[in-house]
């Protein structure tokens, strides 16, 4: 691919959510951006972006990603490199990784588009992958089941045959939204859990002795080093590792925590190398890898594996970008390039945008 000179634009983007996201952790008001452009002089750019709960957050991740992308060799080359560049200039945090991510995201879409394919072909996507099954990502908190079965029916008509719900610490109270999502939901492991990481092993074994639906999974619902106390159970399977750094802790999960689904976080671990990294090592070890978020980057991350979990859908991270299309009638959501096929909502750049000196 050409290796033209490349210009780097950071922006930061403060975007209020109204109505909040409910989540088992609370409510979310706004969502936070680092968005990053790397273009280049025949007019293609690619975009990446990391996602925050608070701006202070995003203010150490955009300080790191001026620094990275300041000190980075020239050329697309060298931002393809910047995961790289992080683990050997940067002293390894939560605001580095997602520096890093950031920006390899938006060079590997200019990548894409200068090759004009997806960037899964980049990745070597295996034949058969052109399609994914996907699963809307909602539910949440503050809906009542009379609000969920509602919700439920939209999406069913919007083409999913999977959905992800969220749930609380009150078994009587998962149990009824269970059933009301499940009023539209009622084929087996057509219905995900989303417990916030607010679960405990006793209350998950407390769930699996309740509950006799067949579940698509419950996830995370306990803290990584503890969650080889949750027990093993005939009808329904857990995921985790939306929370791991490394491809080490994915690892432990998936041999000490007994997990055969395991979700990965392309932010958390630093971005779409690490990401494709740990994915395919846990893929040759018989594990099933999802992502978490990020739906634009996922689809392309898991159509260069031979198999995986649905995509999550979930749009609300970064209101900058267009929601993808969704999938079509067969349930599943076409692999599209060039790039990501990421189309831009300017008019929340230009009402929320700060563009960062570099």
Request: glycine residues 6%; negative net charge.
């Amino acid at each position: 691919m050409p290796d033209h000179n490349v210009d780097v634009e950071l922006w930061n983007l403060r975007v209020p959510l109204d109505p909040p996201i409910v989540s088992p952790k609370g409510p979310t008001t706004e969502t936070c951006l680092l968005l990053v452009f790397a273009s280049d002089k025949e007019a293609n750019r690619g975009i990446g972006y990391s996602s925050f709960r608070r701006s202070s957050d995003m203010d150490q991740s955009t300080a790191i990603a001026r620094k990275l992308a300041a000190e980075s060799a020239p050329g697309l080359s060298g931002l393809l490199n910047v995961e790289r560049q992080e683990e050997a200039t940067c002293e390894s945090s939560a605001a580095s990784r997602c520096a890093a991510s950031a920006i390899s995201l938006a060079a590997w879409d200019l990548a894409g588009k200068q090759a004009g394919v997806p960037c899964a072909d980049l990745w070597g996507r295996p034949a058969g992958r052109e399609s994914l099954e996907c699963y809307a990502s909602s539910l949440w908190l503050d809906k009542s089941p009379a609000e969920l079965t509602a919700e439920a029916k939209m999406h069913r008509r919007n083409n999913y045959r999977y959905v992800k719900m969220r749930v609380s610490r009150s078994l009587k109270d998962n149990l009824e939204r269970i059933a009301a999502v499940r009023e539209v939901y009622s084929e087996p492991r057509t219905v995900a859990l989303e417990t916030g990481s607010e679960w405990t092993a006793a209350i998950a074994n407390e769930f699996f002795d309740a509950c006799s639906d067949k579940l698509m999974w419950i996830e995370d619902p306990e803290a990584h080093d503890k969650i080889h106390l949750v027990r093993d159970d005939p009808v329904n399977t857990i995921a985790a590792g939306e929370k791991a750094t490394t491809a080490r802790e994915l690892h432990d999960l998936f041999t000490r925590g007994r997990l055969r689904k395991l979700i990965i976080d392309v932010q958390y671990v630093g971005g779409p190398v690490r990401w494709l990294e740990a994915a395919r090592a846990l893929n040759a070890l018989g594990a099933t890898v999802g992502a978490h978020r990020f739906s634009h980057y996922s689809v392309h991350m898991m159509a260069s594996l031979p198999r995986s979990l649905p995509i999550e859908m979930l749009d609300w991270t970064n209101p900058a970008f267009h929601p993808l299309a969704g999938p079509d009638a067969s349930g599943r959501l076409p692999v599209e390039g060039p790039g990501f096929r990421i189309e831009l909502d300017q008019a929340v750049i230009d009402r929320y945008g700060v563009k960062v000196p570099l």
